[in-house]
């Protein structure tokens, strides 16, 4: 899953292009997914045919939130999260043969994450306040456990400065590529919502559920 620097990058960016009500809760909104104490719950990963393939699946929470989409940018920028997350593993897993089943590497991508927050959010003028302990609505509690409050403090401390070392695979140059594809993606679903066009389908999105596809990850 893409960090919550990206995430805020990414959002930052669609502000910039569409008007949105309340960005705080659209900020808060699209890292929340990384706050749930059960992190597969509260992106709606599920698992297709048979098991063989994974997904996180935006039909539900579009069915479940549409309502709630419409009116509080919180629950947009939980969906517009989980697209994204979507598109990252298609384009660090298929695209780039990212391979988290190797020793090690989980923790030397997380070092790249740390790393590369301080260019990002230079680029996208992020700033630790962008992120607020909100309150969600007691709706929230369809997808799962969230210590609001204390989730925030650690987004917060994404921006604290780290050293500067190279990095192993996720580099500055490969934030931006996914964040340019990434505010693409989100702005046709920002259109598609308004408009009644077509909208990204969960299944025609899973990853293989097996060595390639590293789902368990």
Same mark, same amino acid.
């Given at each position: 899953?893409?960090?919550s ?6 959002? !930052?960016?669609l ?15 699209? @890292? ?18 048979g ?11 579009r ?6 989409m ?25 695209? &780039?043969g ?7 590497? @989980?923790?030397?991508? &997380? ?12 680029? &996208?003028?992020? &700033?630790?306040d962008?992120v607020?302990?909100?309150d ?15 989730? @925030?403090?650690?987004?917060?401390g994404?921006?604290?400065? @780290? ?30 919502? !308004? ?23």
């Amino acid at each position: 899953m893409a960090s919550s620097i990206i995430h805020l990058a990414v959002t !930052k960016e669609l502000t910039k292009e569409v008007p949105f009500r309340d960005t705080g809760r659209l900020f808060l909104g699209c @890292v929340l997914p990384d706050g749930a104490a059960d992190r597969n719950r509260g992106h709606l990963k599920k698992g297709l045919c048979g098991n063989a393939k994974k997904t996180y699946d935006v039909n539900a929470f579009r069915a479940r939130f549409m309502d709630l989409m419409r009116f509080d940018d919180l629950y947009l920028g939980y969906y517009l999260h989980l697209a994204q997350d979507i598109l990252f593993r298609r384009f660090m897993y298929l695209e &780039h043969g990212w391979n988290p089943r190797l020793p090690g590497y @989980v923790e030397r991508l &997380h070092r790249d994450y740390a790393v590369t927050n301080a260019s990002v959010s230079r680029r &996208h003028g992020l &700033h630790a306040d962008m992120v607020r302990p909100l309150d969600p609505g007691p709706e929230l509690t369809e997808l799962g456990e969230f210590d609001i409050p204390r989730f @925030v403090e650690t987004v917060r401390g994404y921006f604290l400065p @780290v050293e500067e070392t190279e990095c192993f695979f996720f580099t500055t140059d490969l934030a931006e590529a996914y964040i340019g594809r990434a505010v693409e993606l989100c702005l046709a679903e920002l259109e598609s919502l !308004k408009n009644g066009g077509p909208l990204m389908d969960s299944a025609a999105w899973a990853w293989d559920n097996g060595p390639s596809g590293q789902a368990d990850k």
